[in-house]
């Protein structure tokens, strides 16, 4: 194009954006920018593909579902329950399921993604816990996404009981008996939140304004903070040649790793569709309208709750009277101990600095290996709540495995206070043997397998010496604090 030809329109849409908004300078600032390549970065990208695939499956059923507790008489076409008392709510997510066109696919995708998004975050997280990538700069990041897996299990518990079926109605009732457990204001939180005696008219339409409105508006906001922030504070990596505590050795956002995410959201949709499709998830039509005198057999709630119902299962059925109040121990304890767990994930980043004395900046990775005590202590987090899930599902256990139900329980107390302790101990003492295997390797090389008989008879097998990459590899690292014992001299750094 000559000099003298005037610009384009396309290209004078870009001058007037630019000349208002910077976009150009934005662009060339953070288009380029580097992202490694890693699979375990992945599962920060299958949450929040997730969560959109939840906005947008959301959105759909919003035009179907009427969030009401008045009493209508079925006529559908499912036709067990036809001419049955029920919530307008129970009858519209049976004309989701049955009548609206595509909606009981919307339906299962939604769930299916909710749980995968829960599922994703808690795995994202660990990544995150086991790599050290939680510390300095990144706390308020950490906290950031802790706060996202805290308001996602209880988003799942709201939109868990929306359909106003007897399994979510069963959970309804679990979460009244914790609020009448709370000493003083427990009778007073149970009729504010249900608008009157349980169950009340009014926790359905309630629990919808919280699930499509609140939470998620909060829960966007979470997300765009995290991405802005591991934007401006650049992607962690492992350690290896040529990267640095100053550098990121990866492939640029645009066009490749665009490209890639781009690839990716659609396999996240596929494979949640495709889930959806041939797994059925939720048959509240199964379970039937929810009534207040009945209770279904072997409800479960959704599997990141099922550690908080286990905890209130295997606690004795405790009570004491303190100044002529009855506090139910037997609950009032596990609804204390819950968020304990989970604000003990909050806080560690600023539990480890404090305890270790580290005020540096990190940007290289761990190795898990390389630090034993916060490897075993998140091992023994993760069996306490394998244990609690167990606890949860109990009856289920003890049906199974054709055991007393009560055996089941008190195994699972036992459990509680020696598995994660045994955990901590196990992989403490793990990571301790492949540190010493590393350090073999370093000081002898690779065992080739190849054996050698030396002069004077006496058999050995052949070493190969490590590349210099693979030694920078297995020694770049610093040397935990927890760690200085009395080695020979000759241990690498």
């Given at each position: 194009?000559?000099?003298?030809?005037?610009?384009?329109?396309?290209?004078?849409?870009?001058?007037?954006?630019?000349?208002?908004?910077?976009?150009?300078?934005?662009?060339?600032?953070?288009?380029?920018?580097?992202?490694?390549?890693?699979?375990?970065?992945?599962?920060?990208?299958?949450?929040?593909?997730?969560?959109?695939?939840?906005?947008?499956?959301?959105?759909?059923?919003?035009?179907?579902?009427?969030?009401?507790?008045?009493?209508?008489?079925?006529?559908?076409?499912?036709?067990?329950?036809?001419?049955?008392?029920?919530?307008?709510?129970?009858?519209?997510?049976?004309?989701?399921?049955?009548?609206?066109?595509?909606?009981?696919?919307?339906?299962?995708?939604?769930?299916?993604?909710?749980?995968?998004?829960?599922?994703?975050?808690?795995?994202?997280?660990?990544?995150?816990?086991?790599?050290?990538?939680?510390?300095?700069?990144?706390?308020?990041?950490?906290v950031f996404g802790w706060s996202l897996l805290l308001l996602a299990l209880f988003e799942g518990l709201f939109g868990y009981s929306l359909p106003d079926d007897l399994l979510s109605g069963t959970g309804m009732r679990f979460v009244n008996g914790a609020l009448l457990s709370v000493p003083v204001v427990g009778t007073y939180l149970s009729m504010f939140l249900f608008g009157g005696e349980y169950p009340g008219h009014d926790i359905v339409a309630r629990f919808y304004s919280l699930h499509i409105l609140v939470i998620p508006g909060i829960m966007a906001a979470l997300v765009v903070a995290h991405l802005i922030?591991?934007?401006?504070?650049?992607?962690?990596?492992?350690?290896?040649?040529?990267?640095?505590?100053?550098?990121?050795?990866?492939?640029?956002?645009?066009?490749?790793?665009?490209?890639?995410?781009?690839?990716?959201?659609?396999?996240?949709?596929?494979?949640?569709?495709?889930?959806?499709?041939?797994?059925?998830?939720?048959?509240?039509?199964?379970?039937?309208?929810?009534?207040?005198?009945?209770?279904?057999?072997?409800?479960?709630?959704?599997?990141?709750?099922?550690?908080?119902?286990?905890?209130?299962?295997?606690?004795?059925?405790?009570?004491?009277?303190?100044?002529?109040?009855?506090?139910?121990?037997?609950?009032?304890?596990?609804?204390?101990?819950?968020?304990?767990?989970?604000?003990?994930?909050?806080?560690?980043?600023?539990?480890?600095a404090r305890v270790t004395g580290d005020k540096g900046e990190h940007h290289l990775l761990d190795r898990p290996r390389n630090r034993p005590v916060r490897t075993g202590l998140g091992a023994a987090w993760i069996s306490l709540y394998l244990v609690l899930l167990a606890g949860g599902g109990n009856d289920i256990v003890a049906t199974r495995l054709h055991l007393s139900i009560n055996t089941v329980t008190w195994a699972i107390r036992l459990a509680v206070l020696v598995v994660p302790a045994a955990v901590f101990v196990v992989t403490r003492r793990i990571c301790l043997g492949l540190q010493l295997q590393d350090r073999a390797r370093v000081l002898h090389g690779r065992e080739t397998g190849v054996i050698k008989r030396l002069p004077h008879g006496e058999y050995v097998e052949v070493h190969e010496p490590l590349s210099r990459a693979q030694l920078h590899t297995l020694t770049a690292h610093e040397r935990p604090g927890e760690l200085v014992q009395h080695e020979p001299r000759g241990n690498p750094r």
């Open positions: 194009m000559s000099t003298g030809e005037l610009p384009g329109r396309g290209e004078r849409v870009a001058d007037w954006f630019d000349g208002r908004l910077g976009i150009h300078t934005l662009g060339r600032k953070y288009l380029r920018k580097v992202f490694p390549d890693h699979w375990s970065f992945l599962l920060g990208e299958i949450c929040l593909y997730s969560f959109v695939v939840l906005i947008l499956t959301g959105v759909y059923l919003t035009l179907f579902f009427h969030p009401s507790m008045n009493e209508v008489t079925y006529h559908g076409s499912y036709v067990p329950l036809n001419g049955v008392r029920m919530s307008e709510a129970y009858a519209s997510t049976l004309d989701i399921s049955f009548d609206v066109r595509g909606g009981l696919l919307m339906r299962q995708v939604h769930h299916w993604a909710a749980l995968v998004f829960v599922a994703g975050m808690l795995t994202h997280m660990m990544r995150h816990f086991f790599t050290g990538s939680f510390r300095k700069p990144r706390e308020v990041n950490w922030l591991v934007v401006y504070h650049k992607h962690t990596q492992f350690a290896g040649p040529g990267r640095t505590e100053r550098n990121v050795v990866g492939t640029p956002f645009m066009p490749v790793y665009l490209a890639k995410a781009g690839g990716f959201f659609f396999l996240v949709f596929g494979a949640l569709a495709l889930m959806a499709a041939v797994a059925s998830i939720n048959p509240v039509w199964s379970y039937g309208p929810y009534r207040a005198d009945q209770v279904s057999t072997g409800a479960q709630p959704d599997w990141y709750l099922g550690f908080a119902e286990g905890l209130v299962r295997i606690m004795p059925g405790w009570e004491i009277t303190l100044w002529g109040h009855t506090l139910v121990l037997g609950v009032l304890i596990p609804i204390v101990v819950f968020p304990l767990l989970l604000v003990l994930i909050g806080v560690y980043p600023f539990l480890e």
